[in-house]
């Protein structure tokens, strides 16, 4: 969810900054736009004002023309139109008019083609009768009805107006005359009235020919045009120049501008193509600058985001993806545990899970190996856990998962069938190493409850079967807590135990094999407590290992045998060396060993009557190191046993490099001897441990045939059931008064 809020704000700032860029060009183009138009409209401008100057100039080298001839006329005095049509026909032949001819005031016309028109009715005859100089709009001649143009000028005799002298244009020649290149032929003129009314048209063919009137012309081309003929209209009206863009079958610019000749305005036509062509082209250029522009801007964002993605797939893989398994990791495990479990409506449980002694793999196999299993282990995970169900690899070989259930009955067995596979599936990829994994498993009571608390009570069900062979797999329930509890009370009360000397010591005899004669015994503490019960040292070894506690316990123990043997010593009774179990703690701890050679010291016990038996687990830890010590323990001469051999991860070879002097053969070693497998272990060790010249004690002999499968393979001594259960002082101390 966050990360898709994450991916809309990211796009969402890209296409602002897309947007905002995209708005600049856009405002950029639309400024370039307005001055190309602009350029347009000022080089319309000129051309057109060029054409009006070039048409006042024509019109008025015409009137320049007739003036001329009507002052010629007017000096004669007594005017006479026929003199004057004579004069006419000389300066007629010169110019390329029609006609030239007199207008009598009543309207009778004398021309230079000998003709007689009645002109009453011609407006430009009333300007000029009433003085004024006149020019005609495009007329029918009255005579043959061709299309002509008429410039008329007042013959003044004295102050009155005696005559009218005109030229009479064909339209073609005025056209020609007036004809101005625009736009390198592109383009057009025409001459029109106020009203729209054409006078000159120019070049018919290209034009808005057949009509007279240009507003008609425009409205009929296109209905598009109504609106621009209305602004030319009101232009016109004001005597205003300006520009209008037209549609008659393609675009066109229209530039209008006034003309001195009577209210007659000068129209420039141009096709836009031939306007638009630089403009366009450079707009168009633009458009595909900006287009890039924008996309290359586009990309580079879509770039950014992706590149930010990525890198945060990368970051969040690391953070969310295991990189051995390639799984969940812890984290993303923690993420998602507390929505899967307010998801389901069903029962969960919180599986811990670790394999036993895992570092043994790295170092006997290599890191290769390790991850490989640490691999299977995670696939078994996947193909046993159901859909919605999670797992991931918390740290080293710890696994954690969350899973559903129906019934109780119903995870114990998937829990089982899940372990069997597992072992099933280390015999086969492991075959060098069968591992050992355990699971402790927290049932959820309170969806809402810490999912680390909920985790913390699936391991604390674990830890309480660390190490312990037979138990795989345990809950956190009523019954855990009870015991929990017990434990607790049994810490609470270890330290008060020992100042009330709640602690005593048993002695388990070791006989000799041979002679089956007593040759030492070990120390075993027994706790018998207030009421009369008795605590076995399984129960508070293990938490008294954990707190500390067990420094005190052992040196007590350590102290008691000293002072027990002292007393059997002083009472004459047959010495054996008796061996007290040592804790691993002790092991790296300086003071431990001054303090015990301080005590067969102050009781003048001599050293080879105190034994110190160290476990296997012990001494696998650092081998190093452990043999200095032993070393030092060998030169204030105790004898050292190794307890337990059999159950940690010791190889043979191990023998070899640490010094010990005895090698006490776990009980479940014994136990194996009806398999030939396990005989054949047995026959090996054995047989290593005489070629090495070191003792060989069998722990927990508790039948006449292990007895005689181990007198026969060589063994040294004997401590088991067969012969004698751990017992008081008293009562060994009467086997002590056994004859030797
Ligand atoms: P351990 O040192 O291996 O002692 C041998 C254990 O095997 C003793 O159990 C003994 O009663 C038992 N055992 C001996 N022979 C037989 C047999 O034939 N059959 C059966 N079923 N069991 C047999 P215990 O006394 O309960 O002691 C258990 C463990 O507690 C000891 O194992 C030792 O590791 C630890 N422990 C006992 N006393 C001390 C102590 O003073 N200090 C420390 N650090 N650990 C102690
Ligand atoms: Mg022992
Ligand atoms: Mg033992």
């Keep these: 969810m966050l990360k898709n809020k994450n991916i809309w704000k990211r796009l969402f700032i890209g296409a602002f900054l897309c947007g905002t860029l995209t708005g600049i060009l856009f405002f950029y183009i639309n400024i370039l736009d307005k001055k190309l138009n602009d350029e347009i409209i000022s080089a319309l401008e000129e051309t057109s004002e060029q054409s009006v100057v070039i048409l006042n100039k024509e019109v008025e080298g015409e009137f320049t023309l007739l003036t001329e001839v ?109 004809s101005v290149s625009v736009f390198d032929g592109e383009g057009y003129t025409y001459v029109i009235e106020e009203n729209g009314d054409i006078v000159l048209d120019t070049t018919v063919s290209k034009g808005l020919s057949n009509y007279e ?39 066109k610019y229209m530039y209008y501008s006034p003309l001195q000749a009577k209210s007659w305005y000068v129209l420039n036509v141009v096709p836009a193509d031939v306007m638009d062509s630089t403009r366009d082209f450079i707009m168009f250029l633009t458009y595909a600058l900006c287009t890039a522009l924008a996309g290359i801007f586009a990309i580079f964002i879509l770039y950014i985001i992706k590149t930010e993605q990525r890198k945060k797939k990368e970051l969040s893989n690391i953070l969310y993806v295991d990189n051995v398994t390639g799984g969940y990791s812890y984290a993303r495990f923690c993420a998602e545990a507390q929505n899967c479990l307010k998801s389901t409506t069903g029962n969960a449980a919180y599986i811990v899970m670790d394999v036993d002694q895992f570092k043994i793999v790295n170092e006997l196999f290599g890191y290769e190996k390790g991850d490989t299993t640490l691999c299977y282990i995670w696939k078994m995970w996947k193909k046993h856990s159901r859909e919605n169900e999670i797992y991931a690899r918390r740290i080293a070989d710890k696994f954690v998962a969350l899973w559903y259930f129906n019934s109780r009955e119903e995870l114990d067995k998937r829990v089982e069938s899940f372990l069997d596979a597992l072992q099933k599936s280390f015999s086969d990829t492991i075959s060098e190493y069968i591992l050992k994994v355990s699971l402790g498993i927290y049932i959820v009571k ?62 388990q005899p070791r006989y000799s094999v041979l002679t089956k004669k007593l040759v030492g015994a070990e120390a075993l503490v027994r706790w018998k407590k207030a009421d009369g019960s008795t605590v076995m040292p399984g129960s508070f070894i293990p938490l008294a290992e954990k707190n500390g506690f067990i420094s005190h316990l052992d040196k007590y123990i350590f102290a008691e045998v000293c002072k027990k043997q002292k007393e059997w010593m002083n009472k004459g009774k047959q010495a054996v060396p008796v ?21 067969v010291e102050d009781t003048a016990v001599p050293a080879k009557y105190m ?14 190191a452990l043999c200095q010590i032993i070393d030092k323990l060998h030169a204030m001469g105790f004898n050292i046993l190794m307890d337990d051999f059999g159950t940690g991860y010791s190889s043979l070879m191990m023998l070899k490099s640490i010094p010990i002097d005895v090698l006490k053969l776990d009980k479940s070693f014994v136990d194996d001897f009806d398999d030939p497998k396990g005989r054949k272990i047995i026959t090996s060790v054995i047989e290593l441990a005489q070629a090495l010249n070191i003792e060989v004690t069998a722990e927990g002999v508790e039948t006449k045939e292990q007895y005689e499968f181990l007198r026969e393979l060589g063994c040294n001594t004997i401590q088991g059931f067969y012969f004698a259960k751990p017992m008081p002082d008293e009562e060994f101390e009467k086997l002590l008064e056994e004859p030797t």
């Design 446 to 507: 309170d969806k809402n409850e810490d999912t680390q608390h909920m985790l913390n009570y699936a391991t604390m069900a674990h830890s309480s079967i660390k190490g312990q062979e037979d138990i795989q797999y345990a809950f956190y329930d009523d019954d855990f807590r009870a015991k929990l509890l017990q434990e607790k009370l049994l810490r609470d009360q270890m330290k008060l135990a020992l100042q009330n000397e709640e602690f005593t010591v048993y002695y």
């Design 579 to 599: 061996s007290v179990n040592l804790s691993r703690r002790h092991l790296y701890d300086d003071s431990f060993m001054e303090e015990y050679r301080k005590m």
């Design 611 to 624: 034994q110190l038996e160290l476990t296997e687990s012990a001494m696998f830890e650092n081998q190093e």
């Design 213 to 251: 009137n240009i507003y008609s012309a425009l409205k009929d081309a296109s209905v598009d045009n109504r609106e621009v003929a209305h602004k030319m209209k009101k232009d016109l009206e004001r005597g205003e120049s300006g520009y209008i863009r037209f549609h008659n079958k393609i675009d």
């Design 70 to 178: 009507a002052y010629r006329l007017s000096v004669r005095g007594d005017f006479d139109p026929k003199e004057a049509v004579e004069e006419l026909q000389r300066i007629s032949q010169r110019n390329s008019v029609k006609r030239m001819g007199i207008i009598m005031p009543d309207g009778q016309a004398y021309t230079t083609d000998n003709k007689v028109l009645d002109l009453r009715d011609r407006e430009f005859f009333q300007d000029s009768v009433q003085g004024k100089r006149g020019i005609s709009g495009r007329l029918q001649d009255k005579d043959n009805g061709e299309d002509i143009v008429v410039f008329s000028m007042p013959i003044y005799e004295g102050e009155n107006v005696c005559a009218v002298v005109f030229m009479t244009f064909r339209l073609e020649e005025i056209q020609n005359l007036f």
